[in-house]
C-alpha cells in the first residue's frame, strides 16, 4: 500500500470516526434528550452510522480537497 493511500485510510478513519460519534450523539440527543437508555441508542446509532461514514470520506475525501483547493485560489486571485 503506498503512503499516499495509507494516509487516506488512516484520515477517513479519524474523520468518520469523530463526525460519527459527535453527530451520532448530537441526533440521539435531539430525538430522545437525556433519557436512562440513551448511551445505549447512541452506541446503536454509532455503529450504524460509521461504516456509512468511512466510505463517504473514503470516497469523497479527495474531490472535496480538490473543491476546496480550487476555492482558495479563487480568492486568492480576486474572484
Not at 11 to 40: C, H, K, P, Q, Y
Amino acid at each position: 500500500m503506498s503512503e499516499a493511500l495509507r494516509l487516506r485510510f488512516v484520515f477517513a478513519i479519524i474523520m468518520s470516526l469523530l463526525m460519527t460519534l459527535l453527530m451520532s450523539a448530537w441526533v440521539t440527543w435531539l430525538n430522545i434528550g437525556l433519557r436512562e437508555d440513551f448511551l445505549a441508542r447512541w452506541r446503536h446509532a454509532f455503529l450504524a452510522a460509521w461504516p456509512v461514514a468511512f466510505c463517504a470520506v473514503m470516497l469523497f475525501a479527495p474531490r472535496v480537497q480538490g473543491i476546496s483547493r480550487q476555492l482558495l485560489l479563487r480568492f486568492k486571485r480576486g474572484g
